[in-house]
């Protein structure tokens, strides 16, 4: 039986696909009309991505072509190009020392600017509006956000579009996802965010070195670049790793039983 966890009345739904495992299983629950059937999915990529991530963007891309749901790719440009472009500014929440040895994070405005507003752009291109014209219509967001992280439901900045929560109205949990997907016949799909993302946990940098080398070089590659692009440069060093060490020297405390994600996926929601 169909279950409409989302209330109002709009003119156009989209579903925020991420690739990962909440919103990979909204998508199923949406293609079989557990909850409102989106118009559309949307995928925000960041452009340094996992090659695991577009391998599965393609999978769920192919299953929600049965059921008359397109999957549309919103793109601003290669974050980590623009990143490193433009000169002692950093847009990402990497760790940072001073010169006393106290830690910190930076700022994080790559959710917005490469995520929601891409896909922001996006649904309107796709309702065929131009640049600078006014929107008229009324958008439902599908957000794949779970009980366990409803911490991370906001409100849209844009007055146009109102996000909705179909799992958490459905009292799902993280792990209830897994069982959709694979009721859905569909493989498990893996974490995602970008390959140098500073909330990986250790565990999960462990896994990437063992299991993916290539995406830990190009992590690592990425840390040695913005060493110093900070704006106070190398008086306020930057480092992907919360150690604030060189990514190739970090000691990956992945038995460490207390240390959990401090973000679970990047799938353009959240994090504003």
Request: charged fraction near 25%.
């Amino acid at each position: 039986m169909r279950i409409d966890t989302t209330s109002g009345d709009f003119d156009y739904t989209y579903l925020s696909l991420g690739a990962g495992v909440q919103s990979s299983a909204l998508l199923v629950l949406g293609c079989m009309e557990e909850v409102e059937k989106p118009d559309v999915a949307v995928f925000a990529d960041t452009g340094d991505e996992p090659a695991w991530v577009l391998s599965y963007l393609k999978v769920l891309k192919e299953y929600a072509q049965d059921y008359g749901i397109a999957v549309e790719v919103a793109q601003k440009g290669v974050l980590s190009e623009w990143v490193l472009d433009q000169p002692h500014f950093v847009n990402i929440p990497l760790h940072t020392l001073d010169k006393k040895g106290n830690s910190g994070i930076l700022r994080r405005q790559c959710t917005r600017e490469f995520k929601i507003t891409p896909i922001n752009q996006k649904v309107r291109e796709l309702l065929g509006y131009k640049s600078g014209q006014h929107m008229r219509h009324k958008v439902r967001a599908m957000l794949g956000i779970t009980i366990d992280e409803s911490q991370r439901m906001k409100p849209s900045l844009q007055k146009w579009v109102t996000n909705t929560y179909p799992l958490i109205d459905l009292g799902l949990h993280r792990n209830d996802c897994f069982k959709i997907i694979e009721d859905a016949g569909l493989p498990e799909p893996q974490k995602s965010a970008c390959v140098y993302c500073p909330y990986h946990s250790d565990s999960y940098w462990a896994w990437m070195k063992e299991n993916h080398p290539q995406e830990f070089k190009r992590a690592a590659d990425f840390d040695a670049a913005i060493r110093n692009r900070t704006m106070k440069g190398d008086e306020q060093p930057a480092f992907v790793h919360r150690s604030c060490v060189p990514l190739t020297e970090a000691t990956f405390k992945s038995t460490d039983p207390t240390q959990v994600d401090m973000w679970g996926e990047c799938e353009g929601m959240c994090g504003v």
